[in-house]
């Protein structure tokens, strides 16, 4: 069963969280996950070079602990596994890779279009977009869930907060494929740490992906800048943060980047794996088809299930002492999600998907952090009304060929999602 292999005990002396290959079948990174939290739940990790090795923190509280307390892990010597040397770190930080007074100031120029007022306000439109969405992949009868679903909703929404035409929905999508996917040679266009990276260094995830990104920003700033629209964008340009330092052209460059990922990415990965969940526990999609009551209750098992992102990292600012560890200043501390929503000390019988789970204390976006995922509201949103609008029309739904997930430690994703269906 897959319950039973998802927990299955692997030797601790065979974890290796760094080795990008262990990611691609969907069971052995849970089998690690369930290993290092028995086992040694903060657990130094041996990287290749570049790169210098991390601390693995797996435990919900460890990871919460870390979350927290921005003053002795810090994000600002970046959030991910690469190792930046300081001009880089100037080159690339966005508003992830900055703590405290600029941080909060960079986050509130968005946070009321984050907001549940701004979000409420979405709902008809949001309504109207996933029937449209459902009505052309239905009609197939047979498609991959992920292409004309998963990722065609939230791309959709996103163009709508950008306020950018429909028409280049693919190729945000594509962008968002080529700089998360940069350990992934289906998506990459130079893979993370080759030789050929070095030329991009200074870019974002090192992917020549994300100057075209940055055109295309640079050409909405232009069109924006003075007016009074109501989008991200004429709000990123036209608004003082709220510490008096305005955007510059390098963060305003970081933060539509970050928009145009984040945005898309996450939420598509969480409908790809809570569809591909509720085909594995036919179970469960017929209770949500008898209690759709149940379906806001499910998001939240949704999101837990599904930890699209595995992990965060941070950077310690002093000696401390995490999970009977000794972590040294300036040692990278790894905040292993996914792993946390697995831990049986916060959730009962973890490895069972339940729409009807209560107390969900999941951590998919954080739990107690300054950096909690800005557009958490949005995404749950997203979430319920696609599954409020797909349950119903459902007869049954079956697999009908291969799930390939991308090669990542820092995403969980799904690239394709081929399934069969009947309509009521």
Not at 164 to 182: E, S, T
Request: proline share 5%; aromatic share 8%; with cysteine.
């Amino acid at each position: 069963m897959i319950k039973d292999a998802l927990s299955e005990p692997l030797p601790l002396d065979e974890v290796d969280l760094s080795d990008l290959d262990r990611f691609t079948d969907g069971v052995t990174p849970w089998r690690m996950f369930h290993t290092l939290r028995h086992q040694d739940p903060v657990r130094w990790t041996p990287e290749a070079s570049p790169n210098s090795g991390f601390w693995a923190v797996t435990r919900h509280a460890d990871v919460a602990r870390v979350d927290s307390d921005a003053e002795t892990f810090t994000s600002t010597k970046f959030v991910n596994l690469e190792e930046l040397d300081d001009d880089q770190i100037a080159k690339r930080a966005s508003i992830l890779e900055l703590d405290g007074v600029r941080h909060r100031a960079l986050r509130s120029l968005l946070q009321r279009q984050f907001g549940n007022s701004v979000i409420s306000s979405y709902t008809d439109f949001l309504r109207g977009l996933t029937a449209k969405t459902l009505d052309a992949a239905l009609a197939k009868g047979s498609f991959d869930f992920v292409a004309d679903v998963s990722a065609d909703f939230p791309i959709n929404v996103l163009a709508r907060l950008l306020d950018v035409p429909p028409g280049d929905n693919q190729k945000l999508i594509d962008w968002g494929n080529r700089i998360i996917g940069n350990t992934d040679p289906d998506y990459a266009d130079v893979l993370l740490h080759s030789e050929e990276s070095e030329r991009y260094r200074d870019l974002p995830f090192r992917s020549p992906a994300s100057l075209e990104v940055f055109e295309y920003g640079r050409e909405l700033a232009r069109q924006r800048r003075g007016g009074t629209g109501a989008d991200l964008i004429s709000k990123l340009v036209n608004e003082t943060p709220r510490d008096g330092i305005p955007l510059s052209s390098q963060d305003f460059d970081n933060y539509f980047l970050l928009l145009v990922v984040a945005g898309n990415e996450t939420t598509r990965h969480t409908i790809s794996h809570s569809m591909l969940a509720l085909i594995q526990h036919p179970e469960q999609l017929a209770r949500l088809q008898e209690e759709p009551s149940l379906i806001p209750t499910a998001v939240e098992e949704f999101l837990r299930w599904a930890s699209p992102v595995y992990h965060f990292r941070r950077t310690a600012t002093r000696d401390v002492e995490l999970g009977g560890k000794l972590i040294r200043e300036g040692d990278k501390v790894v905040m292993w999600y996914a792993s946390g929503n697995r831990d049986e000390e916060v959730f009962t019988n973890p490895y069972d998907f339940d729409v009807a789970r209560q107390d969900n204390d999941h951590i998919t976006f954080g739990k107690g952090s300054p950096h909690l995922c800005l557009g958490n509201l949005l995404a749950r949103t997203e979430i319920r009304i696609m599954f409020e609008e797909l349950i119903p029309r459902l007869s049954s739904i079956r697999l009908a060929g291969d799930v390939p997930r991308v090669r990542s430690n820092f995403v969980n994703g799904i690239k394709k999602l081929p399934v069969e269906v009947t309509l009521t």
